[in-house]
């Protein structure tokens, strides 16, 4: 026998765990866990944590809008957004069973919502850009100014991504030259 709570509301117990979440994840993953508590899960506000189950997550997650800048719903949701939705139940129910708020997690029971790629069979394999590809990139990269043909120059010649090339600073760079080398003789 477990004690369960009939009476902690998924809005408050939500806002308490965004609380927790705030001091311990990157701020974008806050802005999206944040949207998704006081937007997508705002009609369930009310609705005790306990009385939850697969079924309404999933009808939840499927019945999912984006919105516009005015708060206006624009159509269903994208498959990332549900996907972070997917997260953020998870994680509520999952710190909602630790506090012995409720028996079990109701998402374990809900598959997270798949790229509609993988649906219609698109391999999610990557491949090298050919040498045409390549020079492509480049020069419509250098028709925007050398700053941005140099960004991609370097993209393409080390496979960062532009956050890294973007943060590197030049005592970052190694020339794979250790002390006592003499490189290029």
Same mark, same amino acid.
């Given at each position: 026998?477990?004690?369960?709570?009939?009476?902690?509301?998924?809005?408050?117990?939500?806002?308490?765990?965004?609380?927790?979440?705030?001091a311990?994840?990157?701020?974008?993953t806050?802005?999206?866990?944040m949207?998704?508590?006081?937007?997508?899960?705002?009609?369930?506000?009310?609705?005790?944590?306990?009385?939850?189950?697969?079924?309404?997550?999933?009808?939840?997650?499927?019945?999912?809008?984006?919105?516009?800048?005015?708060?206006?719903?624009?159509?269903?949701?994208?498959?990332?957004?549900?996907?972070t939705?997917?997260?953020?139940?998870?994680?509520?129910?999952?710190?909602?069973?630790?506090?012995r708020?409720?028996?079990?997690?109701?998402m374990?029971?809900?598959?997270?919502? %798949?790229?509609?790629?993988?649906?219609i $069979? *698109? +391999? &999610?394999?990557?491949?090298?850009?050919?040498?045409?590809?390549?020079?492509?990139?480049?020069?419509?990269?250098?028709?925007?100014?050398?700053?941005?043909?140099?960004?991609?120059?370097?993209?393409?010649?080390?496979?960062m991504?532009?956050?890294?090339?973007?943060?590197? %600073?030049l005592?970052d760079?190694?020339? $794979? *030259? +250790? &002390?006592?080398?003499?490189?290029?003789g």
């Amino acid at each position: 026998g477990m004690a369960v709570s009939k009476t902690v509301r998924l809005g408050p117990y939500a806002e308490d765990w965004l609380t927790i979440k705030k001091a311990n994840c990157d701020p974008s993953t806050y802005r999206g866990y944040m949207t998704c508590v006081r937007r997508h899960l705002k009609p369930y506000a009310n609705k005790p944590v306990n009385d939850f189950t697969p079924t309404i997550c999933r009808r939840i997650l499927n019945q999912m809008q984006s919105y516009n800048q005015k708060g206006e719903p624009t159509g269903p949701a994208s498959i990332s957004l549900r996907r972070t939705l997917h997260t953020t139940l998870n994680q509520i129910f999952k710190n909602a069973l630790a506090d012995r708020i409720i028996p079990s997690n109701p998402m374990v029971a809900v598959e997270r919502p %798949s790229p509609k790629d993988n649906e219609i $069979g *698109v +391999s &999610d394999e990557r491949g090298a850009f050919t040498v045409e590809q390549m020079q492509s990139m480049l020069s419509t990269a250098a028709a925007m100014g050398p700053a941005i043909g140099a960004i991609w120059w370097w993209r393409l010649l080390t496979g960062m991504r532009q956050g890294e090339i973007l943060g590197a %600073s030049l005592e970052d760079l190694s020339f $794979g *030259v +250790s &002390d006592g080398d003499v490189p290029y003789g």
